[in-house]
């Protein structure tokens, strides 16, 4: 079946660091691809989405690339902020007419200045 | 402000009981989406209904049960509540059953429920 595989957390980085949050896949046909985010005490938020190979994300300075050879969708950020820390969740939209969300279990990221 | 609406933020009762969580969607929202976030099993969906009807299941165990009403406003009823049910519960809302290929849910705040 579907599935989505987040790299384990916590990470932590200075500020202006590189980020890389890696995410892999495992679907049939032409899912759609999410990351959202949860800052501290919130619910979760759409940050970026692609919905096509080779189409790229991106959002606050946050990218990901949907490539379909790797079946990945890597998140990265050139320079992150102390604002940045949070919870990131990497996730598919089913293709098919039963369509539904699967969902990694996330990765925390801590920002220090 | 995602104009997702939960209540109550804080809830803490004991095993055996009984809690009502509601939410109320984003004003033309007709999908709602019930989430259990845990520590140890992280984002666990629900169940979800589409203008009134139950559209797909998840791992919701059967002490637990939901409903949307006709004003598009939902409940989760959960029963015999046990020290492991503690957790966030969020509740979402799209405008489709994600038939358009969107699949952005806009999220609620969540219910912190503690069951002692």
């Known amino acids: 079946g579907n599935s989505v595989t987040q790299m384990e957390g916590p990470v932590t980085l200075s500020e202006e660091a590189f980020l890389t949050i890696n995410c892999t896949y495992t679907?049939?046909?032409?899912?759609?691809l999410f990351w959202y985010v949860q800052y501290p005490g919130e619910g979760l938020q759409l940050l970026l989405k692609?919905?096509?190979a080779d189409d790229k994300g991106s959002n606050k300075g946050f990218e990901a690339t949907y490539r379909k050879e790797t079946t990945s969708f890597h998140l990265e950020k050139g320079s992150v902020q102390v604002s940045d820390s949070a919870v990131y969740f990497c996730?598919?939209?089913?293709?098919?007419?039963?369509?539904?969300?699967?969902w990694g279990l996330g990765t925390s990221l801590a920002v220090n200045p | 402000d995602s104009g997702v609406t939960q209540t109550p933020k804080h809830l803490i009762t004991a095993t055996g009981q009984r809690v009502t969580l509601r939410c109320s969607p984003r004003?033309?929202?007709?999908?709602v989406y019930w989430y259990q976030q845990s520590l140890d099993q992280g984002l666990q969906f629900l169940i979800q209904?589409?203008?009134?009807?139950?559209?797909a299941k998840g791992n919701i165990l059967e002490r637990f049960s939901a409903q949307q009403f006709p004003d598009l406003h939902s409940e989760l009823n959960l029963s015999s509540l046990e020290l492991g049910d503690s957790a966030l519960y969020f509740c979402?809302?799209?405008?489709?059953?994600?038939?358009?290929?969107?699949?952005?849910?806009?999220f609620g705040e969540g219910s912190r429920l503690t069951v002692l």
């Open positions: 979402a809302s799209s405008v489709s059953g994600l038939g358009l290929n969107t699949g952005e849910l806009f």
């Open positions: 004003s033309g929202d007709l999908s």
């Open positions: 209904y589409y203008n009134g009807e139950e559209r």
């Open positions: 679907a049939t046909g032409y899912p759609s």
């Open positions: 692609a919905t096509k």
């Open positions: 996730a598919l939209s089913s293709a098919g007419n039963n369509r539904k969300l699967i």
